[in-house]
């Protein structure tokens, strides 16, 4: 019968699969307001106009934390888990809701059909696929649901995997109706064709606009503010944030901490060159056992001095100190070449009879076909074909190092017993099984504190302004850093560990001035400098911005006069520049000559049928621009059928996505998530 445990590992991929496809585009970055409504439920978010509040968004972060067998064990795991859980409330309290008013529903018999295979569902597929053959496997599905009513868990779970392949045929469904209204028509083709199959050579002037004085084009504030709110749906709306300024007092070894860690380690090494039991005194002092016997290949410079029962180090390497010691050195085969037949652990009376009738002389492959749990090399006579020695583990290493072609070797494992054939045996050298201890090189706890107090007495005397926080920092020789919190983020970029930081900017006012944040190798201290709540970027962020645009119009205007003449050579000598050679120009390139990104002109060169005219100017990004096209060259590179299939599918796509991001822009989200996970 198929266990919850194996559900969840085979699930796990799920949850990536119908999240990219369900909610592409769905990774929003909102953030902080808390809010209370008569209760002492905390609100974490707003979603289409229902609170989502501290409850429900626990219990669904550990549904699917505990249906997808996840772990928390770094913050990368629970950021992962944190952006699943929201876009599973999204999915739930907004696109399914919104699917179902649009009559984008699935059926009873659709279910069904997921269910049988007829119409494999992605999510049924990874959580009940046969693991050897890759196929659904109804057998599976069949032995979970008879376990389902008798199993409050399995309940839970078979409720979860429904929603999950709904949510899925829902939004392939969605997704094939947007795609159904895409059409390539002849046209399209044709224009597909010409960008694919043509390029010109040809010259260009180009006159840039800081050959017109700024004073000469003059923009009012009246201008840049209409274009702002002409604009400001469009081009200005924001998240709201929060900013912050710090500073990091990094924790180093000073050269005392060196010398003493250096004398330490040297003590401890000649401990360990004369400790008795060496896989003993390793584990004690906190070192690793090698998980597999080394070669002299697989060892650098003077670590070979082990293959000789010598100790290695200590030395220091990578800001460590190293020391290692041989456990054991054997004379073992460089390579072996084996077959093997996998059987369960608890079949003692199999695992018995079929070596004993192995080392007595029967079929080796045979018997592997018949009995192996491995089906992939059950399949070949239990062939697992040539092997390093280092390569083993060290249980089958010790046990092999000796054997010899023809052996049979049993090796249990675990829940499981391996009987091994030898079949080849290369020329023997030595090999070592290493035990090492490492010793950092870190900051003692007198440095420690040192550094602590120094960033004590930087709190103390940034507290008054941010002006008072910038001469703390000058003074104690440290630089301040800027940092933004958006809506919904949970750390800063340039931080690691950085969640209590952002967890702290949440909560403070504007002005207010950190704790002492440990951050392993650093204490870091704060300042919130911004609470920006607004819903569009601020005309004055952006007003010099639009002023340089707006200038840039106003001197293409300006610049077209300086184009007198009737040829590119007349233009140019008029203009006072040289004319630029172009050549193999297409449609899909960026830009032209030493023109990194310029579209509208590679459009207006591409588009240019006429050989030897001057075109008309050209607003670009860097000034304006005349051409003439020299030549239309053409090949066959595509054909009109195949540029309709390409047509087509990158339609389909775009249309896909861009249908997803109206979807998005017609929820109202509000993420304040970061003030507690």
Known sequence: MISLNTLRTRFGVVLSIVIVLALLAFIISLGPEMGFFGSNDPKVGVIDGDKITYSEY???????????????????AINRLSTATWQSLIAKRALIPGFEDMGVTVSKAERLAMLSGEHPSEVFMSAFANPETGEYDVAALSSFLAQVSSNPQYQELWGYLNDQAQLDRMM?????????????????????????????????????????????????????????????????????????????????????DMSDIEKKVKLAGEEFATAEDVRAFVRKNMGTVGDHYASATELAGDEIVMLEGQQYGPVLKSNEWVVSRPIAVKNAPDSLGLNHIVLPASDTALVDSLYNALVGGADFAEAAKKHSAYAQTAQVGGELGVIPFSALSVEMADQLAEAKKGDIVKIAQGDAVQILKVTRVDKPSKHVLVGTITYPVEASSATRRNIHNAASLFAVDAKASIDAFNAAASASAVSPRVA??????????????????????????VGEISEIFNLGDSYVVAMLTEIDDSEYVAFDDVRLQIAQYLQRDKKFELLKSKFSGSTIEEVAKNAGVEPVAFEEIRFTDYGVGNMAIEPRVVGAIANTNETGKLSAPVKGYSGAIVFVVDAVNKSDVQ??????????????NNAAQVALMSVQRMIEIEDLRGQYF
């Not at 972060?61 to 770094?74: L, Q, V």
């Not at 340039?494 to 967890?503: D, F, K, Q």
């Not at 054909?639 to 389909?652: C, F, P």
């Open 58 to 76: 626990l219990k669904e972060y550990e549904s699917i934390k505990n249906f997808n067998g996840a772990d928390e064990s770094s913050e990368e």
């Open 172 to 256: 392939n469904k969605y997704a094939g109706l947007i795609k159904a209204g895409v059409y390539t028509n002849a046209l399209d083709v044709k224009q597909g064709l010409k960008s694919m199959n043509e390029s010109r050579n040809g010259r260009y002037v180009l006159v840039e606009y800081n050959k017109i004085a700024d004073s000469l084009a003059t923009v009012t504030t009246g201008e840049t503010k209409k274009y702002y709110e002409d604009n400001k749906e469009t081009s200005y709306k924001k998240v709201p944030h929060r900013s912050l300024t710090y500073v990091v007092f990094d924790v180093a070894a000073t050269p005392e």
């Open 484 to 509: 933004r919190v958006n809506q919904g983020q949970r750390t800063l970029t340039a931080l690691e560990n950085s969640r209590e930081i952002v967890r702290w900017a949440y909560g403070a006012k």
């Open 639 to 652: 054909t009109a059928d195949a540029e309709k299939v390409r047509l087509q599918a990158n339609k389909e």
